[in-house]
T-cell receptor, first 114, second 117 residues
Framework: ETGVTQSPTHLIKTRGQQVTLRCSSQ?????VSWYQQALGQGPQFIFQ???????GRGNFPPRFSGLQFPNYSSELNVNALELDDSALYLCASSPPRGRNTEAFFGQGTRLTVV | AQKITQTQPGMFVQEKEAVTLDCTYD???????LFWYKQPSSGEMIFLIYQGSYDEQNATEGRYSLNFQKARKSANLVISASQLGDSAMYFC??????????????FGSGTQLTVLP
C-alpha cells in the first residue's frame, strides 16, 4: 500500500506566475484535500475533491483551483501568484465515506514566491 | 471564532518524562472527530491518535493517549516516556461530520515540543 506522494518537494516562482502542484493519493482513497500552511501556523483548508468534483472549499480566492483524476490523484493550481502564497502545501487523502478515520498526508510542497 | 485552541506555543520535557499538550475545541455538532498530528521539521503531518465524539473511552495508541473531556470540550494529548525523537510541532485538529459536506480538518496553531536529554 503506497502512501500519499506530492511533487515537487520544493518550488520557487516569481510573483504573477502560475504553479501546478501534484498529489497521488493513498491506494483505495477517493477523497483528496489540499491545505496551505504558512510559516508558524496550522494548515488551512483550501478545498476537497471527491469523485472528481470539488465538494468543499475554504476561504481561498478563485485563483486557487484544482482537479481530481479518475485514479484519484489531484492537482492544485494557483494563478497570479502573490508573495503571501509562499507556504507549505499539503495534500491529504481519505478513505471512502462511511469510515471516520484519519486523513493521510503527503510530505508537502514548499512553495516560495519571490 | 477559533474552533481549535492550543494555548501552549512551546513546551519542554525531560527525556523519559510524560508531557501533556492542551487542546480545546468549539463546535455545536454532536458528531465530530478529534485528531492529533505530529509535524517534524521535514513537514509531513504524521497521524498520532483519533477520538470520536461518541467514543466513551479515551483513545490510546502506544505511548500516546488522548484525555477527552467532552463537557469541557478538551482533548489533551498525553505522551508518556518522552523520547528525543518526539521533538516536533504537534497539531490538534477537528473534523465535524456533516452529511454531504466536505470532510475537512480544522487545525489549531500548534505546540512546539522539545525533549531535553
Amino acid at each position: 500500500e503506497t502512501g500519499v506522494t506530492q511533487s515537487p518537494t520544493h518550488l520557487i516562482k516569481t510573483r504573477g506566475q502560475q504553479v501546478t502542484l501534484r498529489c497521488s493519493s493513498q491506494s483505495g482513497h477517493n477523497t483528496v484535500s489540499w491545505y496551505q500552511q504558512a510559516l508558524g501556523q496550522g494548515p488551512q483548508f483550501i478545498f476537497q475533491y471527491y469523485r472528481e468534483e470539488e465538494n468543499g472549499r475554504g476561504n481561498f480566492p478563485p485563483r486557487f483551483s484544482g482537479l481530481q483524476f479518475p485514479n484519484y490523484s489531484s492537482e492544485l493550481n494557483v494563478n497570479a501568484l502573490e508573495l503571501d502564497d509562499s507556504a507549505l502545501y499539503l495534500c491529504a487523502s481519505s478513505p471512502p465515506r462511511g469510515r471516520n478515520t484519519e486523513a493521510f498526508f503527503g510530505q508537502g510542497t514548499r512553495l516560495t514566491v519571490v | 471564532a477559533q474552533k481549535i485552541t492550543q494555548t501552549q506555543p512551546g513546551m519542554f520535557v525531560q527525556e523519559k518524562e510524560a508531557v501533556t499538550l492542551d487542546c480545546t475545541y468549539d463546535t455545536s455538532d454532536q458528531s465530530y472527530g478529534l485528531f492529533w498530528y505530529k509535524q517534524p521539521s521535514s513537514g509531513e503531518m504524521i497521524f498520532l491518535i483519533y477520538q470520536g465524539s461518541y467514543d466513551e473511552q479515551n483513545a490510546t495508541e502506544g505511548r500516546y493517549s488522548l484525555n477527552f473531556q467532552k463537557a469541557r470540550k478538551s482533548a489533551n494529548l498525553v505522551i508518556s516516556a518522552s523520547q528525543l525523537g518526539d521533538s516536533a510541532m504537534y497539531f490538534c485538529a477537528m473534523r465535524e461530520v456533516q452529511s454531504g459536506s466536505a470532510r475537512q480538518l480544522t487545525f489549531g496553531s500548534g505546540t512546539q515540543l522539545t525533549v531535553l536529554p
